[in-house]
């Protein structure tokens, strides 16, 4: 069974703190990605990785970074958190053949005060 | 630019009945679509997917559609039950695997 694992299910960090949020997965999946979800906003991607040290923006990636120095982990970054970046956060892995299924973590709910 | 789209937030459906959920899509080269289940504080699960040369596919209660020519694609839960009560999101891949786009997703709720 693939297994996704999140560092926290659940965040609150002080506005202009610093956030890691960090993501393993044992299935040996090249890709990996961060998502935020919101309500009447679904799924929105704000990074993906394809492999070590290679990363790509998403959809929304502006207030975040990323990492990746290990096959099964990626790392999530909010340099200064803001209010606006409370969320649910999901990472997911892929194998890069195959149907495309992603794997999700549990998610971390993030709150930023 | 939206390119997955369930206009519907949310469904409510009695027990034993069917429930539909659709999903609208603007990208012809999307060639795999995938539906996941997600519940309150968990991350979404995979449900069903179908490849884009078939026009069906079912799993127990699960089935979906697929109207290449409409950009359309449904899923039907028959019979459904209280436990189906989750948001459900559409997915459609691209040529690679790292390109997803999802739908906002849709709330089903079966009433007992």
């Known amino acids: 069974d693939v297994k996704v694992t999140q560092s926290s299910r659940y965040l609150v960090k002080r506005t202009g703190e610093k956030v890691f949020l960090e993501c393993v997965q044992d299935?040996?999946?090249?890709?990996m990605f961060w998502y935020r979800q919101d309500p009447g906003l679904g799924l929105r991607l704000i990074y993906f990785s394809y492999d070590v040290k290679m990363k790509e923006k998403g959809d929304i990636p502006e207030g975040y970074s990323v990492s990746r120095e290990k096959k099964e982990r990626f790392s999530l970054i909010l340099e200064s958190a803001s209010t606006n970046q409370t969320s649910m956060y999901l990472c997911?892995?892929?194998?890069?053949?195959?149907?495309?299924?992603?794997?999700f973590g549990p998610g971390t709910r993030l709150t930023v005060t | 630019d939206q390119q997955v789209k369930q206009n519907s937030p949310s469904l409510s459906v009695q027990e034993g009945r069917i429930s539909i959920l659709n999903c609208d899509y603007t990208n012809s080269m999307f060639d795999y679509f995938l539906w996941y289940k997600k519940y309150p504080a968990e991350g979404p699960t995979f449900l069903i997917s179908i490849s884009s040369i078939k026009d069906k596919n079912e799993d127990g209660r699960f089935t979906v559609f697929l109207n290449k020519s409409a950009k359309h694609l449904s899923l039907h839960i028959v019979p459904s039950q209280p436990g189906d009560s989750a948001v459900y999101f559409c997915a459609a891949k691209g040529l690679n695997n790292n390109d997803m786009r999802f739908g906002a997703g849709t709330r089903l709720t079966v009433k007992p």
């Open positions: 997911a892995s892929t194998p890069w053949t195959g149907t495309g299924e992603q794997y």
């Open positions: 299935m040996d999946h090249e890709n």
